[in-house]
């Protein structure tokens, strides 16, 4: 444990009298002694969220006053950041697309670079409109953030969900009724897409493509804290794919849309599976979408109107 934690929390007693802003210069000067990469931004979500105070609120009135309980939620909170816990987890709750999303121990973390995958699916939506609402197969959606995001900016859209965690799929109801959009969703416990009735103009999917041996290699706030069957890939990381590409037969429509995220280096052979798969379910030539990295994050094909 860093020695910047404040003195008198090792006793259980947080100092007294800290207002919301001397709260946070604290816990972010712990945080910057333990080495956490984002100090600033993680002792601001933990007093926020310790507080039960908007971002808005803590830099309008740092003077606040803090109740003695507040401060040791927050002062456990920073003791668990410190300790390599993502604050995510910490709290219960991940931002995404601008929206708060329940997760849980049986959830993966959303990654701000998933975002990518909604950015593509949008343009791919807005390339081919459908006056009666566009259907939407997000395969492994895990806490929904990628379909609850869609529905919500997509009103006219419906979408099915699935997942081989049924207590993830819980979240994802939880979630889609957060969000407003449960009359639009509807969420399946099945193998990738088995069984799933219904064509779609667009599947979605990020699946767990890291290669099992690489699992351990992952920073502890990955490894330790999300869930393995969000994470593995199998002994290349691309398991998942040889599964949902040619599957798509059954479940997307001529003319519709597939968009897969992908893990370093696996652009290409992504690529060669849709290509392989061209002739048995006809997709177009792929294309591909970065990440604000600038890394090729998820790959996009059109199944052919005639196939
Ligand atoms: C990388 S996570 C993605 C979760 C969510 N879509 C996101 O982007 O944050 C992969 C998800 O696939 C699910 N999964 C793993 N194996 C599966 C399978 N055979 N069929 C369906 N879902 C599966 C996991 O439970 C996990 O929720």
Redesign the pocket.
């Known amino acids: 444990m860093n020695s910047r934690l404040p003195s008198s929390t090792a006793n259980g007693m947080p100092d007294s009298g800290l207002s919301a802003g001397a709260l946070y210069r604290e816990l972010a000067a712990s945080l910057r002694a333990s080495g956490t990469p984002t100090p600033e931004l993680d002792a601001r979500l933990i007093v926020c969220y310790a507080l039960g105070i908007s971002h808005e609120t803590l830099v309008a009135e740092p003077e606040r006053r803090t109740s003695l309980p507040a401060r040791q939620t927050a002062f456990s909170y920073a003791k668990r950041r410190c300790a390599h816990e993502p604050v995510s987890r910490i709290v219960g709750v991940r931002e995404?697309r601008g929206l708060d999303f329940k997760i849980t121990p049986?959830?993966?973390?959303?990654?701000p670079d998933?975002e990518t995958?909604i950015d593509a699916s949008l343009e791919v939506l807005g390339s081919a409109p459908r006056p009666e609402g566009h259907r939407i197969l997000?395969?492994?959606?895990?806490?929904?953030?990628?379909?609850v995001s869609l529905l919500h900016e997509v009103g006219s859209a419906t979408g099915v969900?699935?997942?081989?965690?049924e207590r993830?799929l819980c979240v994802a109801r939880d979630n889609a009724s957060r969000h407003g959009v449960t009359q639009r969703a509807r969420f399946v416990c099945?193998?990738?897409s088995?069984g799933v009735a219904g064509s779609h103009d667009l599947v979605v999917?990020?699946?767990?493509?890291i290669a099992t041996g690489a699992i351990a290699d992952l920073a502890p706030d990955v490894y330790a804290y999300?869930?393995r069957?969000?994470?593995?890939g199998g002994s290349d990381g691309l398991d998942?794919y040889r599964?949902i590409i040619p599957a798509l037969r059954e479940c997307l429509v001529p003319g519709g849309w597939v968009v897969l995220?992908v893990g370093a280096g696996q652009a290409e052979a992504v690529c060669n599976m849709l290509a392989t798969t061209a002739k048995a379910v006809g997709f177009e030539k792929p294309c591909h979408w970065r990440d604000l990295a600038g890394h090729v994050r998820c790959i996009g094909a059109r199944r052919s109107p005639s196939a």
């Open positions: 995404f049986d959830t993966l973390d959303p990654r998933t995958v997000d395969i492994g959606t895990g806490s929904g953030c990628i379909l969900g699935t997942d081989i965690s993830a099945t193998s990738w088995t999917s990020n699946p767990p493509y999300d869930p069957s969000a994470l593995d998942a599964a995220e």
